[in-house]
């Protein structure tokens, strides 16, 4: 990790969208540890889909960081009954990380997401972050 790098350590609010046509956005919360450039953390969320109910999910997360770029693998632990991998790239923008994610063993499931550390997370509504991805 360079000197220069934010630490990505703490509690990160998020919402991913998805490419297909009709797909209902999701709200996720994303606890980061960053140790040098390797991330790990825990997820949970309530993962919403057009034709079936929300589940709450909870997933591990491994990646790393190099300079503003911020990659990670979140797997889902079978809660909710997923047990999938989902690749996340993103870039850091100051208390953001913004990206596109992907399903390797989907392919056609794809997307955009947001995250925000915590408290600046708090003051934006979901309509302002939806704007945004």
């Known amino acids: 990790m360079t000197t220069d790098q934010t630490d990505l350590t703490g509690v990160w609010d998020g919402l991913y969208s998805y490419t ?4 209902l956005e999701s709200t996720f919360t994303a606890i980061l540890f960053q140790t040098g450039d390797a991330l790990s953390g825990t997820v949970h969320e309530t993962m ?3 034709f079936f109910r929300s589940v709450a999910t909870r997933a591990t997360l ?3 960081v ?3 770029r911020v990659n990670f693998a979140k797997t889902y632990d079978g809660s909710g009954g997923q047990s999938h991998t989902v690749i996340y790239d993103g870039r850091l923008s100051g208390d953001e990380i913004e990206g596109v ?12 997401f947001l995250m925000i550390r ?8 979901e309509a302002q972050i939806l704007e945004r991805i």
């Open 62 to 64: 491994e990646g790393g």
């Open 118 to 125: 915590g408290r600046k997370a708090e003051t934006r509504s």
């Open 20 to 23: 297909q046509a009709g797909e």
């Open 101 to 112: 994610w992907r399903i390797p063993s989907a392919p056609d499931n794809t997307g955009r």
């Open 66 to 68: 190099d300079g503003l």
């Open 48 to 50: 919403r889909r057009r």
